[in-house]
């Protein structure tokens, strides 16, 4: 009798840590992300919220310090109209590059973004690269 309490004590503790951890898992994935245009209409009413914001690497703007490995760009549209500046420190994500589509979580202070992490995206399509001697006869 005593041996049958303790295994059901412990496979509810087992079943409540499990359960939680479920829980917080899917709590800290599961977040939403703006996209630039919601973003900006909105930006004022989220200072110091923890967010995603999805947009692209303004041409001319990245400034990457490898020694302290902190980065700052402004994100924009694909058009490049409109943007809001993001800082971040940390290693440089794999992929990352002007002109490039990213989603940046982070918090929103003093007019900008200060990243937490920042996600690139593959290209939806992929091309192969041309030959040089291919392009001269095109």
């Known amino acids: 009798m005593l041996n049958r309490r303790r295994f059901i004590v412990g496979a509810a503790l087992i079943a409540g840590a499990v359960s939680y951890l479920v829980y917080a898992g899917i709590r800290t994935t599961s977040m939403y ?75 929103y202070v003093d007019g900008g973004l200060t990243a937490r992490q920042i996600m690139t995206s593959c290209p939806s399509k992929y091309e192969p690269a041309k030959a040089e001697g291919a392009e001269a006869q095109s």
């Open 33 to 107: 992300y703006f996209e630039l245009d919601e973003f900006l209409a909105q930006h004022s009413a989220h200072v110091g919220e923890h967010m995603r914001v999805k947009g692209w690497v303004k041409h001319g703007t990245m400034q990457w310090d490898a020694r302290t490995n902190e980065l700052s760009f402004a994100l924009t549209h694909k058009d490049e109209v409109g943007a809001v500046p993001v800082s971040y420190k940390g290693i440089l994500p794999d992929m990352f590059a002007e002109g490039r589509e990213v989603v940046v979580e982070g918090r």
